[in-house]
DNA sequence: CCCCGGAATTGACCTGGATCAATTTTGCGC
DNA sequence: GCGCAAAATTGATCCAGGTCAATTCCGGGG
């Protein structure tokens, strides 16, 4: 529990408190749902290990990959406004989650000032990274950057930034960067032959991260390379 | 200010609290700028009259365009995470504003339980339209959308939903929908041809609805015609 | 009223990535 | 270990939408 991103900056008894609301949902195997777009939104959920992935069924029938959570990330954020999940989530490998009842966290951010501030933030973020994702750069910008987005996430966790597993295949993927899983496979081939990475199916090895990171610089929320930003004021 | 989103559902006194943590910025002429990426964040921004445009520039000097604010609507909210504008916002028209000082807005969602939930429903909202508008839609359901979602919010406004008065240009539809200038005007044409709108520059009247939910519904957050969500739970 | 410059439209042509079509590869159940 | 279905790769072809290039259409200033 500690180690999810939420209580970020919490004192211990402040964690403490969120502890005390949320439960665990012990293992989903890959392939069954932790909910389903249309159900009554209820809680938060907090991805302890394993990973998710949300995604929408359009009128047409047609799937669209929304995003990924891995451990330490929350999902269903998008269900609040309306009080009923927005999306499906579904588990890409054995995975175990925290749910936090929402009605009882809302009541708890009027306790603990420093959660509230967290949730937003969190929110902020996730809003950022969204709106990031569609705006429209090239195939291999797309992909760059989302190689460097989960990097950036396994460093968070403590992981080799450079040694990914990949949790999803490539129709995923695709799915999510709206591409053809074709595209995702020859985008792999060439930044391989051109060095960038070592992929062998789920295995991914960055070999140069700032090859990638120039490729993909205009996707990474992260980066501060920016002139234009004043880094005294940083 | 009583009918700006945010207060929905406020006591009087409660958005007696509110307002008095506004300042209203004088009236901002078109093709000025209310906040640049980069910027340190203070605040989030209601906009009163007029119409706000949210743009990034991306490492290689492209413009993206995020985001459209109509009277009534916030602006700033994806600064939040990191306490820097990620954006830049830039007014369509002569338009004022309300700046809600972020670190005062915090402490009064303290006090006031309705606020909190009010901005968390609109953050979630957001994020929903932002995910939504990542996944991949031919042209004509893109543009569809964009004038669907436009004109709910101008009925929300308690405008005519049918008769549109764009505050943008071709050129910012098209950044926004990430496709070329050329494509929103063809598209315009083709629509106008199949007899679902009216468009004469930016006066745009919407002759059947329907027909434009129809292409649309994919991209359509409000949308309830899905028959997989159980209206006996609404 | 006329002129100017940006916005919009329209047409011709081009291309990045999709689609279609085979093969491989490989994880997994038996 | 074998068989098989799903995942991934690779090649050939196609097309939605982009790009380039003229016009045309206005709105505003003098």
Redesign the pocket.
Known sequence: MRDLCLPLGLEADDMQKLESIVHTRGPIRAGEHLFREGDSFQALYAVKTGALKTYTIDSQGREHVLGFHIAGELAGLDGIYSSRNRCNAVALQTTSVCALPFSRLEQLTREVPGLQSQILRVMSRELSASAQLATEH???ERLAGFLLSLSRRYARRGLDPCMLTLPM???DIASHL?????????L??RFQDEGLVA?R??EVRILDMDALRRIGAALDLDDDSDPRHNPSLR
Chains 1, 2 share one sequence.
């Open positions: 090239s195939a291999e295949p490539r129709r709206r591409l053809a899983t074709e595209t995702i496979s020859r792999f081939a992929a199916r789920r």
